[in-house]
C-alpha cells in the first residue's frame, strides 16, 4: 500500500471540476483509493464522496 499526504493550494479547493478530475484519475486504477480529511474516508473513484469531504484550500 502507498500513501502520501497533500496539501491544497487552490484558493477555491477541492470543487465540480478538480474533484470531477481527480476522479477520473482515480478510476483508471485497477486499486482501490481512499482520501481522508480529519479523520473521515472517501472513495476516490466516486465524485459525491470526494465533494462530501469538503476539502478547503490549506487543508
Do not use: S
Amino acid at each position: 500500500m502507498k500513501e502520501f499526504k497533500y496539501v491544497i493550494k487552490d484558493e477555491q479547493g477541492i470543487h465540480a471540476r478538480p474533484a470531477g478530475l481527480f476522479v477520473k484519475e482515480a478510476a483508471a486504477f485497477p486499486c482501490k483509493v481512499i482520501i481522508e480529511k480529519d479523520g473521515k474516508e472517501a472513495d476516490a473513484k466516486r465524485i459525491f464522496a470526494v465533494m462530501g469531504l469538503a476539502v478547503k484550500c490549506g487543508q
